[in-house]
């Protein structure tokens, strides 16, 4: 069972969903074009499409990097010291939250609990977990994303 | 009352990547036992057990069965949901990592007792890292015959929490914007596809091989009158030992999160995540069940360095965020209550604000379309009624500054 089946073929609306994660996984997000297409391929409004694209978090409609940081803001990260884990990505990256790398090497942003309390303050970086980070572990984690 | 396993007897006990490990602890063995009755026996039994629903609602988790199966129709569905995403919670992600056959055989016999065919397991984006070993969980029953009655197919979340609301995650499921419906009809006449469909938590169906296996009756005399069985909690915040702990039901907050978390410096606790309550040290005795507190098992300390407003806030800012939109008083409610309590934040909150948080709180319970927004102004009522020091205090620091 691979991600969810190769679909990509599908025409049915109810696999819309399903397509625009397999288009953003292939495409790095969605542009303008990409959802035209679907649009057309499943016969359905492109404002349909857009609402869906831009409904869940994970997918976007604007340009990311090869890498996605994404750092958890909720309660029990932020009270162990979650801002502090933000300051350090900003600085080490030298690009503020919502922003990507000139390179494209990474995108920094910040999400909602990923469910990892026990091991806050945590962060995602595409579907890795890291937790009890630490600023000092930060260079170390980066590095082994290329 | 003790810390007991039977959600997750077999966490760190058998591999979670070989299915033989789990056999040999008794696996599978709840479903031959299921196979061996009628789909109404089966159901009668997880009726008898009085087990309820773990995602935060209670409803009976036989009763929802009954109605699905006696619904017209032979196309059904059961879907599980692991879209856990309450705050503070990742209860499932444990269960995941560490039992995927328990979940597996429990749906086999969900799906054998509703009539259905096919199963979901929609998994939030966040635990994608959790899907491989699912799948192959997935895989290794249906080599080994035991899903020769049903598929199961994992559906991925992509970022929602409101998803996690049960309607919301069948507009996913459909491929559309996960936003809640109007109800009734409700799922078990009118679910997945328009068809009758089982929506169960990751917890909830994890009790039910143990039932299956040991009977109703065992089951039955766990916990308390109206809350059987155990519950599985999440704790984290500001306590030295954070982690999934299961206990009886009906045992007390003090146990856990003293005891067994081994919190000592409490100012509030949030049971059940950002919908959920928000109480003060002094109610640490209250029993943790259905009848009293509970939620989806999220327990956050904070300790006396905390600010009330501060955590209110940013628990209303989630809320505002995670709001599908559909409905007004939750779209809009909450947006408003961001506002109001960043007044306060910034010291210019004043007595009529807390009128608008009150009024606007009986408002959003009574109008909103889904749990997210009949639930929003729990933190907000709840610290108006046990921190209510803490919005005077601001108010009075405004006046001072004034005169």
């Known amino acids: ?146 | 009352m003790p810390e007991k396993r039977i959600v997750l007897r077999n966490c760190g006990v058998i591999d979670p990547r070989d299915m033989s490990s789990y056999l040999a602890h008794d696996g599978f063995k709840g479903l031959e036992k299921a196979l061996s009755l009628t789909p109404e026996q089966v159901i009668e039994e997880v009726k008898t057990s009085g087990l309820r629903g773990r995602g935060g609602a209670g409803f009976p988790a036989g009763m929802k069965w009954e109605l699905t199966r006696k619904s017209p129709g032979d196309e059904k569905y059961l879907i599980c949901n692991a879209d856990e995403g309450e705050v503070g919670t990742f209860k499932d992600r444990y269960i995941l990592q560490n039992d995927p056959f328990s979940l597996v055989e429990a749906i086999a016999i969900a799906g054998y007792a509703i009539g259905a065919k096919k199963g979901f397991i929609y998994l939030r984006a966040e635990y994608h890292y959790l899907r491989p070993m699912l799948a192959n969980a997935i895989d290794q029953a249906r080599a080994k015959g035991f899903l020769s009655h049903m598929d199961i197919e994992i559906r991925m979340g992509a970022g929602a929490y409101v998803c996690g609301e049960e309607s919301a995650l069948m507009e996913s499921i459909e491929g559309k914007r996960g936003e809640v419906r109007y109800r009734p009809p409700f799922p078990p006449t009118k679910g997945l596809f328009g068809k009758p469909t089982v929506i169960n938590n990751v917890e909830t169906l994890m009790n039910i091989p143990a039932i299956m296996l040991n009977g109703a009756r065992w089951f039955n005399q766990i916990g308390t009158e109206r809350s059987k069985g155990t519950k599985v909690f999440s704790v984290a915040g500001d306590v030295p030992r954070p982690g999934v702990y299961e206990m009886v039901l009906g045992s007390k907050l003090r146990e856990l999160v003293q005891d067994l978390a081994g919190a000592t410096d409490i100012k509030a606790i949030q049971i059940g995540g950002a919908t959920g309550r928000l109480i003060p040290e002094s109610m640490l005795d209250t029993p943790l069940a259905f009848e009293n507190l509970l939620g989806a098992g999220a327990i956050t300390v904070f300790n006396s360095h905390r600010d009330i407003i501060d955590i209110v806030y940013r628990t209303m800012e989630f809320l505002a965020e995670e709001s599908c939109g559909k409905c007004v008083p939750c779209r809009q409610g909450t947006e408003v209550m961001v506002e109001t309590l960043e007044r306060f934040m910034h010291g210019e909150g004043e007595e009529r604000d807390v009128k608008v948080l009150q009024e606007l709180s009986s408002t959003m319970m009574l109008t909103s379309l889904c749990g997210l927004g009949q639930a929003a102004p729990n933190p907000v009522i709840d610290s108006l009624q046990y921190f209510k020091d803490a919005y005077e205090s601001r108010i009075k620091a405004r006046g001072e500054v004034k005169v």
């Open chain 1, 1 to 146: 069972m691979a991600e969810n089946t190769t679909i990509t073929q599908s025409k049915e609306t109810k696999d819309l969903l399903i397509l625009l994660a397999q288009t953003q996984k292939k495409c790095g997000f969605l542009s303008e074009e990409t959802l035209a297409n679907l649009a057309r391929t499943l016969d359905m409004s492109l404002s349909d499409v857009y609402g869906v694209a831009t409904f869940y978090s994970f997918l976007s409609t604007k340009p990311l990097g090869r890498h996605v940081i994404r750092v958890c803001k909720s309660l029990p990260c932020h009270y162990k010291d979650a801002a502090v884990i933000i300051e350090s990505l900003e600085k080490t990256l030298g690009i503020k939250t919502g922003e990507t790398t000139p390179d494209g090497r990474f995108s920094l942003e910040l999400t909602n609990c990923i469910g990892a309390c026990d091991k806050a303050p945590a962060i995602l970086i595409n579907d890795d977990v890291h937790g009890d980070l630490t600023v000092d572990r930060i260079p170390q984690i980066l590095q082994a994303y290329k």
